[in-house]
């Protein structure tokens, strides 16, 4: 199986994402975004995380207007391994947004460390 992120327990990085829909990049200025990852099996929300507006992908930095930023892993997020579901959550003014959107995830592996 293929997973849109994996890493082994306690490993830190910061991924940078541009987030998009059907009419192009989504504005992020003035904006939250937290990256959700819940437990596969249960939904249960396992983490948190807090994004950075604005962020580098394969070499090209994009800004918050363009929808770029970046979602700063720390060794508290890969503690446990397993199978996770994730989502970004942007929040605006009277604006709540989850990309994917519907019933879609991003999928994230933890693999137990040696």
């Not at 508290?76 to 605006?92: A, D, M, R, W, Y």
């Amino acid at each position: 199986m293929s997973y849109d992120v994996e890493y082994k327990q306690g490993d830190v990085d910061t991924v940078g994402f541009v987030l998009s829909d059907d009419d192009g990049a989504i504005d992020l200025t003035d904006k939250t975004v937290t990256y959700v990852m819940k437990d596969l099996q249960t939904g249960d929300v396992r983490y948190e995380i807090s994004c950075t507006l604005g962020g580098t992908v394969n070499g090209i930095y994009y800004s918050a207007a363009q929808g770029g930023g970046t979602v700063p892993f720390s060794g508290t997020e890969t503690t446990t391994s397993g199978q996770f579901k994730s989502e970004f959550v942007v929040t605006g003014t009277n604006f709540v947004r989850h990309i994917p959107s519907g019933n879609n995830y991003k999928s994230i592996m933890i693999w137990e460390k040696v």
